[in-house]
T-cell receptor, first 113, second 117 residues
Framework: TQLLEQSPQFLSIQEGENLTVYCNSS?????LQWYRQEPGEGPVLLVT?????EVKKLKRLTFQFGDARKDSSLHITAAQPGDTGLYLC?????????????FGKGTLLTVNP | GAGVSQTPSNKVTEKGKYVELRCDPI?????LYWYRQSLGQGPEFLIY????????DSGLPNDRFFAVRPEGSVSTLKIQRTERGDSAVYLC???????????????FGAGSRLTVL
């Protein structure tokens, strides 16, 4: 059972465009993290969101945690080729030990120059 | 070291063989984790060490998989009688804080890509 559904699975855009990717679940999570993974590398943490409705910004990236803490979105403004990579969301279940992350399958983003 | 180091970066083996994958965590990190990432999937939890002991091995798929961390630093993931379905990238991560900290941040290594022919 895939607890975290990410969409779209693949996204190819031109440099300068805006985009949003989604991470959805029927389960509540105590926190949710977004990672970016480049080919041949491990996932690198971008952000952790904890509070329902929380919005965090990291330069051109805006992360939002849903009010019910079941979903999240990542919006990128004016995408650049350096944003290319696999974007993974990962959640921690309420009451669960916080090492045990449940990952989605990811959105593979390609930004063309 | 500066980051989590994993060796080998690539391992090709034949069905039925034994393999060992090594992880050298960030110096001072007491917690160590193994995840497995199959093609087109997100990482899946395998095992978590706090110090020398395996605090949670519930993600190990079967008894062909075993992991050790004898001195509380380097860890080795061991796979016996490998099967083609074991082919995946095996990721190691470490963290400074234990499992009960809300600020627990995992740093992942680049992974060991295992291919079983």
């Amino acid at each position: 059972t895939q607890l975290l559904e990410q969409s779209p699975q693949f996204l190819s855009i031109q440099e300068g465009e805006n985009l949003t990717v989604y991470c959805n679940s029927s389960s509540v999570f105590s926190s949710l993290q977004w990672y970016r993974q480049e080919p041949g590398e491990g996932p690198v943490l971008l952000v952790t969101v904890v509070t329902g409705g929380e919005v965090k910004k990291l330069k051109r990236l805006t992360f939002q945690f849903g009010d019910a803490r079941k979903d999240s979105s990542l919006h990128i403004t004016a995408a650049q080729p350096g944003d290319t990579g696999l974007y993974l969301c990962a959640g921690r279940k309420p009451g669960g030990s916080n090492y045990k992350l449940t990952f989605g399958k990811g959105t593979l983003l390609t930004v063309n120059p | 070291g500066a980051g989590v180091s994993q060796t080998p970066s690539n391992k090709v083996t034949e069905k039925g063989k034994y393999v060992e994958l090594r992880c050298d965590p960030i110096s001072g990190h007491t917690a160590l984790y193994w995840y497995r990432q199959s093609l087109g999937q997100g990482p899946e939890f395998l095992i978590y060490f706090q110090g020398t002991g395996a605090a949670d091995d519930s993600g190990l798929p079967n008894d062909r998989f075993f992991a050790v961390r004898p001195e509380g630093s380097v860890s080795t993931l061991k796979i016996q009688r490998t099967e083609r379905g074991d082919s995946a990238v095996y990721l190691c991560a470490s963290s400074l804080l234990g499992s009960h900290s809300g600020a627990n941040v995992l740093t992942f290594g680049a992974g060991s890509r295992l291919t079983v022919l």
